[in-house]
């Protein structure tokens, strides 16, 4: 389930962040299939993993905005 969801989050990101980010993404991904595997078994555990699994993707996605927002200034 969540790890679904961040296999597509990061598949739309561009190569470069990819490139630069794929260690952050790669333990995030292995957390959430942790999570989705063992999660249901203890709701309020999955619930804080999952909201600190989301921090971190939070600050992939805002550095990945941060390279969009360079990348068009660049372009422009």
């Keep these: 389930m969540l790890k679904d969801e961040l296999e597509e989050l990061f598949g739309a990101m561009p ?4 490139d630069k980010l794929q260690p952050v993404m790669d333990n995030l991904l292995e957390r959430a299939a942790d999570l989705d595997e063992h999660g249901t078994k203890d709701p309020e555990y999955y619930d804080e993993e999952r909201e600190d699994i989301m921090k971190e993707v939070h600050k992939v996605k805002y550095l990945n905005d941060q390279w969009q927002i360079m990348n068009s200034k ?3």
């Design 15 to 18: 190569q470069m962040v990819k």
């Design 74 to 76: 660049k372009n422009n």
